[in-house]
């Protein structure tokens, strides 16, 4: 009888063993979002929205720095001629020309309101990009098989199973609601948990990872 036990225990550490060689493994626990792609489309995950909001502003100011000094070379050095030339202008020929060009209070004050507003919607929303505080996180609790982490300003949470050594099965996902700004912090979680479910093959790298069940691919590092 205590042979047929030891039979039986060798068995049982064996089909362990055995299930533990197909079932993947995820060189860490903790991953950041960099970004997803769906139907081709690619999301960029809030930090990566921040650190282009950067990148895009710093080009700017550089941009303008060169600009600004290709003026200062090109400025002529005989502006006190000219200066000297339009004070022949009478006062008569300056206030027929300020007559003619005038606009009506109202409607010069309408004109540079629609000339700036754009400009500042513009500046708001290069703001609100680089005011963004929150990083998308991926974490898998390999021990009991869960994943949770941000989307956008949200949490989400999931369960996973192994398939084979490369494949995962995402499932019973969810999230907390409430609304996040900009409005690219919505658009990313959306579409991250709408598509996040079914198998997904998991293609690993040294300090990267992807998650791609076809329709969805979410890049991890």
Request: one cysteine or more; aromatic letters at 8%.
């Amino acid at each position: 009888m205590r042979i047929i036990f030891l039979a039986l225990g060798v068995v049982l550490l064996g089909g362990c063993s055995i299930w533990s060689i197909f079932e993947g493994k995820i060189a860490r626990t903790d991953w950041q979002i960099q970004k997803i792609v769906v139907d081709g489309k690619e999301y960029l995950s809030p930090q990566a929205l921040k650190a282009q909001a950067i990148q895009d502003m710093q080009a700017k100011q550089d941009k303008q720095t060169k600009e600004d000094g290709l003026n200062q070379e090109n400025t002529p050095t005989d502006s006190l001629g000219s200066d000297l030339n339009n004070s022949d202008l009478n006062n008569s020929d300056l206030n027929n020309v300020a007559e003619n060009t005038a606009l009506p209070e109202s409607q010069e004050e309408s004109q540079n309101s629609m000339q700036a507003t754009p400009e500042s919607e513009k500046q708001t929303s290069e703001e609100d990009f680089l005011n963004i505080s929150e990083t998308a996180t991926m974490i898998f609790d390999q021990s009991q098989h869960r994943i949770y982490g941000i989307a956008g300003c949200n949490n989400y949470f999931a369960s996973y199973t192994w398939k084979d050594s490369d494949h995962l099965e995402i499932g019973n996902a969810g999230m907390t609601r409430k609304l996040c700004h900009p409005d690219a912090l919505m658009s990313f979680e959306f579409r991250l948990m709408r598509n996040f479910s079914g198998l997904f093959d998991v293609k690993r790298d040294k300090n990267s990872m992807v998650l791609d069940n076809g329709k969805m691919q979410i890049y991890l590092q």
